[in-house]
């Protein structure tokens, strides 16, 4: 399987675990650790649930995998995220090492892989790895904005409904 390939068929398996975050009321964001051709770690958002601003797919993902391998550094892993890391899961894959990152969608907001810093490839770090961006792009895009648009829709629905009730 040529890298592009394989690229999108691990990204899949991470606009999967988002789906999850999805189902649980969390922004639909996941995340998967790959090594040697293998999961080896999943996440997907828990910020809201947890109430923990760092319970980010990403996080609970390094956090697994920190686990599984007995190891902080997780050396000759590729991460894949749905959705352009900010800068806290972006330092803590440069901390623990994580060999390449790939992911979907950029974020124009918090993003740093390039969007709006670039903590994984800034030039004084001591690990720089390897990023890809745009894997699967449109989908993992799709997935947030439509889930953005139906909780618009339905606080909308909410304080109309709230207006009527006070009528």
């Known amino acids: 399987m040529q890298q592009v390939e394989r690229d999108q068929f691990w990204m899949q398996k991470a606009?999967?675990?988002?789906a999850k975050a999805e189902a649980h009321g969390e922004v639909p964001v996941?995340?998967?650790?790959?090594?040697?051709?293998?999961i080896i770690a999943a996440g997907f958002n828990h910020c809201i649930g947890l109430h923990d601003p760092t319970a980010h797919a990403e996080m609970q993902c390094i956090r697994q995998?920190?686990?599984?391998?007995?190891n902080y550094r997780l050396l000759d892993t590729t991460m894949y995220i749905t959705l352009e890391p900010c800068a806290m899961c972006a330092g803590a894959m440069v901390h623990g090492r994580v060999g390449r990152v790939v992911f979907g969608a950029r974020d124009l907001k918090t993003g740093a892989a390039g969007s709006v810093f670039n903590i994984l490839q800034h030039?004084?770090?001591?690990?720089?790895?390897e990023v890809v961006e745009g894997v699967l792009a449109d989908d993992c895009g799709a997935q947030l904005s439509q889930f953005f648009k139906r909780r618009r829709a339905e606080?909308?629905?909410?304080?109309q409904n709230q207006a009527q009730g006070a009528s």
């Open 30 to 38: 996941g995340a998967i650790l790959v090594k040697d051709d293998e």
């Open 15 to 18: 606009i999967d675990m988002a």
């Open 155 to 159: 606080k909308k629905a909410l304080k």
């Open 123 to 129: 030039p004084q770090s001591n690990h720089q790895p």
């Open 65 to 70: 995998a920190g686990s599984i391998l007995q």
